[in-house]
Nanobody, 117 residues
Framework: VQLVESGGGLVQAGGSLRLSCAAS????????LGWFRQAPGKEREFVAS????????RYDDAVKGRFTISRDRAKNTVSLQMNNLKPEDTAVYYC???????????WGQGTQVTVSS
């Protein structure tokens, strides 16, 4: 499985970013894809996940209402729309895939998101 993230960058607090992940290497039927993040000096934490078949989503409470995860089965991509970003959202964001929740069998290389105050 290969997961390649894109879309990170620097944004001011209150701004928006959209992360994308190109997934390849297997059929993702009955799997789920997700996003984790790791801030400096902290453990990696779950952000959001989506089931490939039904598109059922799940979010960490810290991002609920601000982030939206989606998938495009035709293009084999998963995206994370991040709105109303806060400085505490600053982290390296990783695209992940797995057969059960939380999806962490496979990881992308990560993309940096920095939110300035």
């Amino acid at each position: 499985v290969q997961l390649v993230e894109s879309g990170g960058g620097l944004v001011q607090a209150g701004g928006s970013l959209r992360l994308s992940c190109a997934a390849s290497g297997r059929t993702f039927t009955n799997w789920m894809l997700g996003w984790f993040r790791q801030a400096p000096g902290k453990e990696r934490e779950f952000v959001a996940s989506i089931t490939w078949n039904l598109g059922t989503t799940r979010y960490d409470d810290a991002v609920k209402g601000r982030f939206t995860i989606s998938r495009d089965r035709a293009k084999n991509t998963v995206s994370l729309q991040m709105n109303n970003l806060k400085p505490e959202d600053t982290a390296v964001y990783y695209c992940t895939a797995g057969s059960q929740w939380p999806p962490r069998n496979h990881w992308g290389q990560g993309t940096q998101v920095t939110v300035s105050s």
